[in-house]
């Protein structure tokens, strides 16, 4: 688990713009996006909105988040698809 001052120091030291980006895809209401981060490496957030995010996986290659960035794309198009009103 990560401690609070590598939380809070990937959080300043985090650039998207510059990130390594493996993937950025929209679902619904739903962004899912996986990129290199300067604290934990690899991973991928599901941001609901602006605001709201959760890291959902961290990987050891980029190789890795690029599969692993679409397995959670498609959970979240199956999720929206049971789910949309």
Aim: glycine content about 8%; hydrophobic content about 25%.
């Amino acid at each position: 688990m990560d401690d609070i001052f590598s939380l809070l120091c990937g959080i300043c030291t985090n650039d998207y713009e510059t990130a390594d980006k493996c993937g950025h895809d929209c679902v619904g209401d739903y962004t899912v996006d996986t990129c290199d981060t300067n604290d934990c490496g690899y991973e991928t957030a599901i941001w609901k909105g602006n605001n709201n995010m959760v890291i959902v996986e961290r990987y050891p290659s980029k190789q890795d988040a690029t599969i692993g960035h679409y397995k959670w794309v498609i959970k979240e198009i199956r999720k929206y698809e049971n789910f949309k009103p």
